[in-house]
Protein backbone atom coordinates (compact mmCIF):
# COMPACT_ATOMS: atom_id res chain seq x y z
CA UNK A 1 0.00 0.00 0.00
CA UNK A 2 1.92 3.24 -1.16
CA UNK A 3 1.14 6.80 -0.60
CA UNK A 4 0.24 7.26 -4.23
CA UNK A 5 -2.57 4.12 -4.00
CA UNK A 6 -3.75 4.74 -0.64
CA UNK A 7 -4.36 8.98 -1.60
CA UNK A 8 -5.64 7.87 -4.89
CA UNK A 9 -8.43 5.34 -2.75
CA UNK A 10 -9.48 8.04 -0.78
CA UNK A 11 -9.99 10.51 -3.64
CA UNK A 12 -12.13 7.64 -5.13
CA UNK A 13 -13.85 7.47 -1.49
CA UNK A 14 -14.43 10.73 -1.35
CA UNK A 15 -15.85 11.26 -5.21
CA UNK A 16 -18.34 8.01 -4.78
CA UNK A 17 -19.43 9.11 -1.50
CA UNK A 18 -20.38 12.71 -3.06
CA UNK A 19 -22.02 10.70 -6.06
CA UNK A 20 -24.25 8.75 -3.97
CA UNK A 21 -25.15 11.70 -1.79
CA UNK A 22 -25.98 13.77 -4.73
CA UNK A 23 -28.00 11.16 -6.60
CA UNK A 24 -30.03 10.11 -3.24
CA UNK A 25 -31.12 14.26 -2.88
CA UNK A 26 -31.82 14.57 -6.40
CA UNK A 27 -34.08 11.45 -6.34
CA UNK A 28 -35.89 12.71 -2.82
CA UNK A 29 -36.57 16.45 -4.63
CA UNK A 30 -37.47 15.03 -8.41
CA UNK A 31 -39.36 11.78 -7.24
CA UNK A 32 -43.48 11.46 -6.98
CA UNK A 33 -44.78 9.93 -4.42
CA UNK A 34 -45.51 6.10 -6.00
CA UNK A 35 -45.08 3.44 -3.33
CA UNK A 36 -45.91 -0.45 -3.25
CA UNK A 37 -48.20 -2.37 -0.64
CA UNK A 38 -46.00 -4.68 1.84
CA UNK A 39 -48.79 -7.06 3.05
CA UNK A 40 -49.70 -10.76 4.09
CA UNK A 41 -52.24 -12.80 3.27
CA UNK A 42 -53.61 -14.92 6.67
CA UNK A 43 -55.45 -17.84 7.31
CA UNK A 44 -59.06 -17.26 7.85
CA UNK A 45 -59.92 -20.76 8.63
CA UNK A 46 -58.76 -24.74 8.81
CA UNK A 47 -55.31 -25.24 6.80
CA UNK A 48 -56.21 -25.69 3.57
CA UNK A 49 -59.19 -24.05 3.35
CA UNK A 50 -59.59 -21.06 0.87
CA UNK A 51 -60.69 -18.05 3.27
CA UNK A 52 -57.84 -15.93 3.16
CA UNK A 53 -57.91 -12.29 5.02
CA UNK A 54 -54.80 -10.14 2.81
CA UNK A 55 -53.88 -7.14 5.60
CA UNK A 56 -51.74 -4.52 3.87
CA UNK A 57 -49.51 -3.56 6.78
CA UNK A 58 -48.04 0.03 5.16
CA UNK A 59 -46.63 1.04 1.64
CA UNK A 60 -42.76 1.39 1.23
CA UNK A 61 -42.14 5.08 -1.25
CA UNK A 62 -40.17 4.01 -3.87
CA UNK A 63 -37.87 7.17 -3.53
CA UNK A 64 -37.40 6.62 0.12
CA UNK A 65 -35.78 3.01 -0.58
CA UNK A 66 -33.85 4.38 -3.59
CA UNK A 67 -32.47 7.31 -1.75
CA UNK A 68 -31.26 4.56 1.39
CA UNK A 69 -29.00 2.54 -0.39
CA UNK A 70 -27.79 6.01 -1.91
CA UNK A 71 -27.33 7.26 1.61
CA UNK A 72 -25.91 3.59 3.18
CA UNK A 73 -23.10 3.83 0.36
CA UNK A 74 -22.18 7.57 0.68
CA UNK A 75 -22.13 7.20 4.36
CA UNK A 76 -19.72 3.74 4.19
CA UNK A 77 -17.46 5.79 1.62
CA UNK A 78 -17.26 8.73 3.96
CA UNK A 79 -16.53 6.72 6.85
CA UNK A 80 -13.94 4.84 5.28
CA UNK A 81 -12.10 8.40 3.48
CA UNK A 82 -12.57 9.91 7.17
CA UNK A 83 -12.61 8.88 10.53
CA UNK A 84 -11.79 5.16 9.73
CA UNK A 85 -9.46 5.63 7.18
CA UNK A 86 -6.48 4.41 8.54
CA UNK A 87 -8.52 1.03 9.14
CA UNK A 88 -9.20 0.59 5.89
CA UNK A 89 -6.00 0.95 5.00
CA UNK A 90 -4.40 -1.00 6.80
CA UNK A 91 -7.21 -3.68 5.96
CA UNK A 92 -6.17 -3.29 2.53
CA UNK A 93 -3.37 -4.14 3.45
CA UNK A 94 -4.14 -7.77 5.06
CA UNK A 95 -6.34 -8.05 1.69
CA UNK A 96 -9.75 -7.06 3.40
CA UNK A 97 -12.23 -4.67 3.34
CA UNK A 98 -15.07 -5.92 5.93
CA UNK A 99 -16.53 -2.24 5.74
CA UNK A 100 -17.33 -3.03 2.14
CA UNK A 101 -19.57 -6.38 3.53
CA UNK A 102 -21.40 -4.46 6.30
CA UNK A 103 -22.35 -1.40 3.58
CA UNK A 104 -23.50 -4.34 1.08
CA UNK A 105 -25.54 -6.49 3.44
CA UNK A 106 -27.73 -3.67 3.44
CA UNK A 107 -27.94 -1.58 0.52
CA UNK A 108 -28.20 -4.64 -1.57
CA UNK A 109 -30.99 -6.46 0.39
CA UNK A 110 -32.71 -2.85 0.22
CA UNK A 111 -31.99 -3.04 -4.16
CA UNK A 112 -33.47 -6.72 -3.65
CA UNK A 113 -36.26 -5.47 -1.80
CA UNK A 114 -36.78 -3.02 -4.72
CA UNK A 115 -36.58 -5.51 -7.62
CA UNK A 116 -38.98 -7.65 -5.94
CA UNK A 117 -41.59 -5.22 -4.98
CA UNK A 118 -41.36 -3.88 -8.72
CA UNK A 119 -42.21 -7.30 -9.95
CA UNK A 120 -45.44 -7.93 -7.82
CA UNK A 121 -43.90 -9.59 -4.83
CA UNK A 122 -45.40 -7.79 -1.49
CA UNK A 123 -45.57 -10.70 0.83
CA UNK A 124 -43.90 -9.33 3.92
CA UNK A 125 -42.50 -12.69 4.77
CA UNK A 126 -41.15 -12.89 0.77
CA UNK A 127 -39.62 -9.59 0.94
CA UNK A 128 -37.64 -10.59 4.61
CA UNK A 129 -36.85 -13.93 3.32
CA UNK A 130 -35.33 -12.37 -0.16
CA UNK A 131 -33.46 -9.43 1.76
CA UNK A 132 -32.60 -12.10 4.15
CA UNK A 133 -30.62 -14.63 2.39
CA UNK A 134 -29.33 -11.89 0.10
CA UNK A 135 -28.04 -10.28 3.58
CA UNK A 136 -26.68 -14.20 3.96
CA UNK A 137 -24.76 -14.18 0.15
CA UNK A 138 -22.94 -10.83 1.44
CA UNK A 139 -21.68 -12.61 4.44
CA UNK A 140 -20.34 -15.94 2.44
CA UNK A 141 -18.01 -13.05 0.84
CA UNK A 142 -17.45 -11.26 4.12
CA UNK A 143 -15.94 -15.31 5.29
CA UNK A 144 -14.52 -15.38 2.27
CA UNK A 145 -11.93 -12.46 3.02
CA UNK A 146 -11.72 -13.00 6.47
CA UNK A 147 -10.87 -16.69 6.38
CA UNK A 148 -9.32 -17.55 3.22
CA UNK A 149 -5.94 -16.06 1.25
CA UNK A 150 -6.07 -15.50 -2.30
CA UNK A 151 -5.29 -18.76 -4.27
CA UNK A 152 -6.71 -20.98 -1.22
CA UNK A 153 -10.02 -22.78 -0.84
CA UNK A 154 -12.81 -20.99 -2.62
CA UNK A 155 -15.43 -22.48 -0.07
CA UNK A 156 -17.38 -19.31 1.46
CA UNK A 157 -17.21 -18.15 -2.09
CA UNK A 158 -19.60 -20.89 -3.45
CA UNK A 159 -21.31 -21.24 -0.54
CA UNK A 160 -22.52 -17.11 -1.44
CA UNK A 161 -23.05 -17.74 -4.70
CA UNK A 162 -25.74 -20.88 -3.38
CA UNK A 163 -27.53 -18.42 -1.59
CA UNK A 164 -26.97 -15.60 -4.02
CA UNK A 165 -29.00 -17.53 -7.13
CA UNK A 166 -32.20 -17.53 -4.20
CA UNK A 167 -33.71 -14.07 -4.96
CA UNK A 168 -33.22 -13.96 -8.31
CA UNK A 169 -35.08 -17.59 -8.83
CA UNK A 170 -37.42 -16.36 -6.68
CA UNK A 171 -37.99 -12.81 -8.34
CA UNK A 172 -38.01 -14.79 -11.82
CA UNK A 173 -41.26 -16.95 -11.17
CA UNK A 174 -42.92 -13.70 -11.16
CA UNK A 175 -41.33 -12.98 -14.99
CA UNK A 176 -41.33 -15.75 -16.25
CA UNK A 177 -44.57 -17.79 -14.59
CA UNK A 178 -47.81 -18.34 -15.97
CA UNK A 179 -49.58 -15.40 -17.22
CA UNK A 180 -46.54 -13.33 -16.35
CA UNK A 181 -45.55 -12.11 -19.43
CA UNK A 182 -49.09 -10.56 -19.37
CA UNK A 183 -48.61 -8.37 -16.54
CA UNK A 184 -45.03 -7.52 -16.33
CA UNK A 185 -43.95 -4.40 -18.10
CA UNK A 186 -40.95 -3.87 -20.41
CA UNK A 187 -39.00 -2.15 -18.14
CA UNK A 188 -39.29 -4.37 -15.35
CA UNK A 189 -37.32 -7.43 -17.36
CA UNK A 190 -34.82 -4.84 -18.30
CA UNK A 191 -34.45 -3.95 -14.67
CA UNK A 192 -34.17 -7.61 -13.41
CA UNK A 193 -31.53 -8.67 -16.36
CA UNK A 194 -29.45 -5.61 -15.98
CA UNK A 195 -29.12 -5.75 -12.31
CA UNK A 196 -28.63 -9.94 -12.52
CA UNK A 197 -25.39 -9.23 -14.38
CA UNK A 198 -24.10 -6.61 -12.25
CA UNK A 199 -24.53 -8.41 -9.11
CA UNK A 200 -22.33 -11.16 -10.74
CA UNK A 201 -20.26 -8.93 -11.64
CA UNK A 202 -19.28 -8.41 -7.82
CA UNK A 203 -19.33 -12.69 -7.77
CA UNK A 204 -16.46 -12.34 -10.74
CA UNK A 205 -14.43 -9.76 -9.14
CA UNK A 206 -14.13 -12.37 -5.70
CA UNK A 207 -13.49 -15.26 -7.87
CA UNK A 208 -10.44 -13.21 -9.79
CA UNK A 209 -9.08 -12.42 -6.80
CA UNK A 210 -9.25 -15.65 -5.28
CA UNK A 211 -7.56 -17.00 -8.49
CA UNK A 212 -5.02 -14.48 -8.44
CA UNK A 213 -6.24 -14.08 -12.06
CA UNK A 214 -4.10 -11.26 -14.39
CA UNK A 215 -4.54 -7.51 -12.34
CA UNK A 216 -6.80 -9.02 -9.83
CA UNK A 217 -3.45 -10.64 -7.98
CA UNK A 218 -3.48 -6.96 -6.59
CA UNK A 219 -6.42 -6.53 -4.28
CA UNK A 220 -6.40 -3.02 -4.73
CA UNK A 221 -7.54 -3.85 -8.74
CA UNK A 222 -10.30 -5.62 -7.37
CA UNK A 223 -10.99 -2.82 -4.36
CA UNK A 224 -11.12 -0.12 -7.32
CA UNK A 225 -13.29 -1.81 -9.50
CA UNK A 226 -15.80 -3.03 -6.27
CA UNK A 227 -16.07 0.56 -6.02
CA UNK A 228 -17.33 1.62 -9.51
CA UNK A 229 -19.35 -1.21 -9.80
CA UNK A 230 -21.05 -0.58 -6.62
CA UNK A 231 -22.00 3.33 -7.92
CA UNK A 232 -23.03 2.20 -11.73
CA UNK A 233 -24.71 -0.69 -10.28
CA UNK A 234 -27.34 1.63 -7.62
CA UNK A 235 -26.94 4.05 -9.97
CA UNK A 236 -28.77 1.89 -12.83
CA UNK A 237 -31.33 0.53 -10.58
CA UNK A 238 -32.37 3.94 -9.08
CA UNK A 239 -32.63 6.00 -12.78
CA UNK A 240 -34.52 2.94 -14.29
CA UNK A 241 -37.13 2.97 -11.76
CA UNK A 242 -37.09 7.16 -11.82
CA UNK A 243 -37.34 6.85 -15.19
CA UNK A 244 -40.48 4.15 -15.03
CA UNK A 245 -42.12 5.17 -12.58
CA UNK A 246 -40.53 8.09 -10.42
CA UNK A 247 -40.61 10.76 -12.70
CA UNK A 248 -43.67 13.43 -11.97
CA UNK A 249 -44.64 12.91 -15.46
CA UNK A 250 -44.89 8.77 -15.36
CA UNK A 251 -48.36 8.34 -16.45
CA UNK A 252 -50.78 7.31 -13.38
CA UNK A 253 -48.84 8.82 -10.94
Given at each position: ?7 R????N???A???A????T ?19 A?G ?5 L???FS ?12 L ?6 V????L ?11 RN ?7 SL???LM ?5 Q???I ?7 A ?9 G?G?L?EH????G ?6 W ?9 W ?14 H????V ?16 V??L ?27 L ?6 A ?6 T???
Open positions: MTTPTTQLRRTVMAALHVSAVILILANSFALPVSADFMAGPSTARQVTFIPMAGLVAAFFLSALAHAVAGPRSRYEANLARQPYRWVEYSSSIVAIALTGRDVAALLLAGVNAAMIFWQYEQPGSLLPFLGCGAGVVPLAIGIYLVGPGAHVAPGFYGIYVSLFVFFNCFALQYQYRQIGRFRNYVVGESTYLVLSLVAKSLAWQIFSTLAASPGH
